[in-house]
């Protein structure tokens, strides 16, 4: 833990109420082209941050729910000659073995995706509650492995998608 009696230039550490690092075990997924419009806000400095999502009729985000510390999520910066962006990955389970499931699985396996993923608190250090994955490039299942002797996951699906490799988010 960082000690509140140093200082470091531009940063604000509140020892009342430190920031707690991972995720809520929640997921929401959407088939890309399901999404009609985000909506961006207006303040300057939060330019990228997503203030509504609209779906077109009919159309709905699905709630994965994890269990203990079955979801994460990771960003790499991508460089170009003429511009900076990043790839999301998020690896999950999925805990439910049934025929529907794995019909779900190969249906994702052919769309691209965007996902919700939620954080802990929300603090006023930056690190806001929700984070937005895949919204200017759509996310891919890249993995999608079971292994029903698996003691760890109970025989559970590991997946992940991440940001295509030539795709770029903001």
């Known amino acids: 833990m960082p000690s509140c009696s140093g200082i470091f230039q531009g ?3 509140d020892c009342t ?3 707690i690092i991972g995720l809520k075990q929640n997921l929401y997924l959407a088939n890309y082209d399901d999404v009609d ?6 303040v300057s400095g939060e330019e990228n941050v997503i203030t509504a999502i609209t779906m077109k009729t009919g159309k709905a985000f699905f709630k994965v729910e994890g269990v203990n510390a079955s979801l994460s999520t990771n960003q790499e910066q991508v460089r170009t000659a003429t511009a900076t962006g990043w790839r999301h990955f998020i690896d999950f389970s999925i805990f439910d073995v049934s025929s529907q499931s794995r ?3 190969n249906a994702m396996s052919r769309v691209k995706l965007v996902a919700i993923t939620l954080q802990p608190n929300d603090t006023s250090l930056g690190n806001g509650p ?3 994955h895949g919204w200017d490039a759509g996310l891919e299942l890249i993995t999608a492995t079971r292994n ?3 003691a760890e996951t109970g025989g559970a699906y590991r997946l992940q998608l991440a940001t295509p490799e030539n795709g770029r988010e903001n």
């Open 130 to 132: 929700i984070e937005v």
């Open 37 to 42: 419009s985000v909506t961006y806000s207006a």
């Open 103 to 105: 019909l779900n699985i």
């Open 11 to 13: 940063s604000i550490y």
């Open 148 to 150: 029903a002797s698996d």
């Open 17 to 19: 109420d430190p920031l």
